[in-house]
């Protein structure tokens, strides 16, 4: 199961973030944005209820992670 989590950060985007998800092995990729989120990363995880954990546990006890919007992907088809 593949997610994209978008990160909304306190105050100015903190460099420091970036070394805390690098430390989460679930993440694979980290991409620094601008706009209304500061930093959206890839997660693959066995399960939902992993996927929840890694988020819930992980990236919002951040100190600096302010809110998260989740966006749960599926492979698509081609016929």
Same mark, same amino acid.
């Given at each position: 199961?593949?997610?994209?989590?978008?990160?909304?950060?306190?105050?100015?985007?903190? #460099?420091?973030?970036?070394?805390? %998800?690098?430390?989460?092995?679930?993440?694979?990729?980290?991409?620094?944005?601008?706009?209304?989120?500061?930093?959206? #990363?890839?997660?693959?995880?066995?399960?939902?209820?992993?996927?929840?954990?890694?988020?819930? %546990?992980?990236?919002?006890?951040?100190?600096?992670?302010?809110?998260?919007?989740? %966006?749960?992907?599926?492979?698509? %088809? #081609?016929?």
């Amino acid at each position: 199961m593949s997610a994209f989590v978008m990160i909304s950060c306190e105050e100015e985007y903190d #460099v420091s973030i970036e070394g805390i %998800l690098r430390d989460i092995p679930e993440i694979k990729e980290i991409q620094h944005t601008t706009g209304r989120y500061d930093v959206i #990363v890839k997660i693959e995880s066995p399960s939902t209820e992993s996927l929840r954990e890694i988020i819930s %546990l992980k990236i919002r006890k951040i100190s600096k992670v302010r809110s998260t919007t989740t %966006l749960i992907s599926s492979p698509i %088809l #081609v016929f």
